[in-house]
């Protein structure tokens, strides 16, 4: 079976710290790979998505970047953190392109002081 | 563009009554896909069901179903029996090829049920 691995469950980091959060997908190749980030109280916004490794895309310019070194691994980076970057960082994979449904990890609960 | 709006914010109940969540939604796809998602406190998503837009049969799962109505752009969500365990964040999605089948997320609902 699939299982989604992402770490730390929290942290707490300065501003202006970088950032390095992991998330790693067991049991199936080729994923499609998400990070979704949840403020305080709002929905789901999508930060970045990939279909293959070193294919990464964008949705939204900020403050973050998004690596897949591997196949199965998917980095959220920060070279500097900003108040604004605090939220609940979610991982998550999809089984291929198309109209199938992502599989989430446990989360990140970044707090930036 | 693809748009889910969930216009109840937060719905209270007490244990054992019924609770229906709404769900409307935009899309300029003729093909699209609709999702719901389950957020308790610990946080992780979990998936609760997938409904193609191509079938608009209602489905039931336990205390969990779904009404899906094309005419009215809505896939609401009625849990029956409401219990404590119940008591999450429910968000709906939708996806389909215009964006490149990435999910789109309402703003979600909350949920109490109260003993």
């Known amino acids: 079976s699939q299982t989604i691995h992402q770490w730390p469950a929290t942290l707490v980091q300065p501003v202006g710290s970088p950032l390095s959060l992991e998330c790693t997908v067991e049991?199936?190749?080729?994923?499609?790979l998400y990070w979704y980030r949840q403020a305080a109280g709002r929905g789901l916004q999508l930060l970045f998505y990939s279909v293959g490794i070193g294919q990464i895309s964008s949705e939204v310019p900020q403050n973050l970047s998004a690596s897949r070194p591997q196949d199965r691994q998917f980095i959220l980076s920060s070279k500097k953190l900003l108040l604004s970057d605090s939220g609940f960082y979610l991982c998550?994979?999809?089984?291929?392109?198309?109209?199938?449904?992502?599989?989430f990890g446990q989360g990140t609960r970044l707090t930036v002081v | 563009a693809q748009k889910v709006t969930q216009a109840q914010t937060e719905i209270s109940v007490v244990e054992k009554e019924d609770v229906t969540l709404d769900c409307v939604y935009e899309?300029?796809?003729?093909?699209?896909?609709l999702f719901w998602y389950k957020q308790p406190p610990s946080g992780e998503l979990v998936f609760l069901i997938r409904r193609n837009s191509f079938d608009e049969q209602n489905e039931i799962s336990g205390r969990y179903s779904w009404n899906f109505q094309k005419s009215t752009s809505s896939f609401n969500f009625t849990i029956t029996a409401s219990q404590v365990v119940d008591s999450a964040v429910y968000f709906c999605a939708l996806s389909g090829v215009f964006n490149d089948y990435k999910l789109s997320f309402g703003a979600g609902t909350t949920v109490t049920v109260r003993a």
């Open positions: 899309t300029r796809d003729t093909t699209y896909y």
């Open positions: 998550a994979w999809s089984v291929s392109r198309g109209p199938t449904e992502a599989f």
């Open positions: 049991g199936t190749s080729n994923p499609n």
